[in-house]
């Protein structure tokens, strides 16, 4: 099959589908205006760089975009995000297309104003197809649109992320931690604030020696790395927090077995890849329950479903697992076998291919 992409080579999420299909013997393009700058696509996969970047590019390269599609011939386009690449796709009239949303294009994007509303409206309304990650965005889209969604999850690679020994990891510590853009919507400063908060909990109560030994990792850049810093210096565990900054995608299964505790306390998030890699890790986790978090999480059996509004919650929830060395080994191979029973990447790859395959 001939398959052609129109999204952001940038994205890991990306780079997995075009590297997948690829791998699989199909003739791939990807048409972009976001080029990888990290060497990640596969050689099978014919790159395209649109000439007019984002966000201009989204209307300005349609003409381009169209002489493409006539030298390629493609059998099917799919492309990633309702908003941005969405809205081109829209405008160049190629059938058939499926589209793929993302999250922050359905549940940012069309809040901002009532002609970003119409723009993801008509864009989910031009394409042949759609599909999900997950329930939770499966039900917000149905927001803008009325017609049938496919499920098909952002899985993991189980032979990437798995339980291994890492040589830098502190023994005697009990880190717990994150991976996460610095961004104010996934909630990094609550994270901050309730471990200050625990360690202060477990000293009143006279749990000292797990208190010394907490520690804190967040790995990961973004606009608010200084202020964060500064927080965790306010809330007094400056010293016992480190920010790693931004790692190459393949060297994040080796920050995640650093830690015995991940938690995501996002304000918004639209599915949960990255607790899903913790959980494949063998890693407990502790997350809010916003958007599809809660889908990716088996509570009291692969970790912990909190309330971002009480603090309290979070920091009872981290202190049952500090205290309990037997309940993180306990979540820990509870959440790696929810993972292989339910978000094999491989898995996925054959569901989005027999979709491909049911649109020729």
Same mark, same amino acid.
């Given at each position: ?150 499920? %098909? @999850? ?8 798995? !339980?291994?020994? +890492? ?6 510590? /009990? =880190? ?106 063998? %890693? @407990? ?8 978090? !809660?889908?990716? +999480? ?6 912990? /479903? =909190? ?54």
């Amino acid at each position: 099959m001939k398959i052609c992409y129109l999204a952001g080579a940038s994205s890991i999420h990306t780079v997995r589908w075009v590297n997948a299909m690829a791998e699989r013997g199909h003739i791939v393009h990807l048409i972009t205006m976001h080029p990888d700058q990290l060497d990640r696509i596969d050689e099978r996969v014919t790159m395209h760089i649109l000439k007019v970047p984002a966000p201009f590019g989204y209307y300005m390269n349609i003409f381009e975009t169209k002489i493409l599609f006539k030298k390629i011939k493609p059998d099917l386009l799919h492309v990633h995000y309702a908003s941005g690449y969405g809205t081109l796709a829209r405008l160049v009239r190629f059938s058939p297309l499926l589209l793929s949303v993302w999250g922050s294009d359905v549940y940012l994007f069309p809040y901002k104003s009532n002609r970003n509303e119409q723009i993801v409206r008509k864009n989910l309304a031009g394409a042949s197809r759609i599909t999900a990650t997950g329930h939770a965005l499966k039900k917000q889209t149905e927001k803008f649109i009325s017609a049938p969604i496919d499920i %098909v @999850p952002f899985g993991i690679d189980l032979d990437k992320f798995k !339980p291994m020994e +890492v040589k830098d990891k502190q023994k005697e510590a /009990i =880190v717990i931690g994150t991976v996460k853009r610095m961004k104010h919507i996934y909630g990094i400063d609550l994270l901050i604030k309730s471990v200050a908060k625990l360690v202060k909990y477990l000293q009143e109560n006279r749990y000292n020696e797990i208190a010394n030994r907490i520690k804190l990792l967040i790995v990961g850049d973004g606009p608010e790395l200084t202020e964060l810093q500064q927080l965790a210096d306010e809330q007094g565990i400056g010293d016992i927090t480190e920010f790693v900054g931004a790692v190459p995608n393949e060297q994040v299964p080796v920050f995640i077995n650093q830690l015995d505790i991940y938690c995501a306390f996002s304000r918004s998030e639209s599915f949960g890849v990255a607790v899903l890699e913790a959980s494949a890790c063998a %890693v @407990p986790v502790v997350v809010s329950n916003v958007g599809g978090l !809660p889908e990716v +999480v088996q509570h009291g059996k692969t970790g912990y /479903i =909190v309330d971002i509004d009480v603090m309290d919650e979070m920091v009872e929830k981290l202190f049952k697992l500090v205290i309990d060395k037997n309940k993180r080994n306990e979540f820990g191979r509870n959440g790696r076998s929810f993972v292989q029973s339910n978000y094999e990447w491989d898995h996925n790859v054959t569901q989005m291919e027999n979709i491909y395959l049911q649109m020729q």
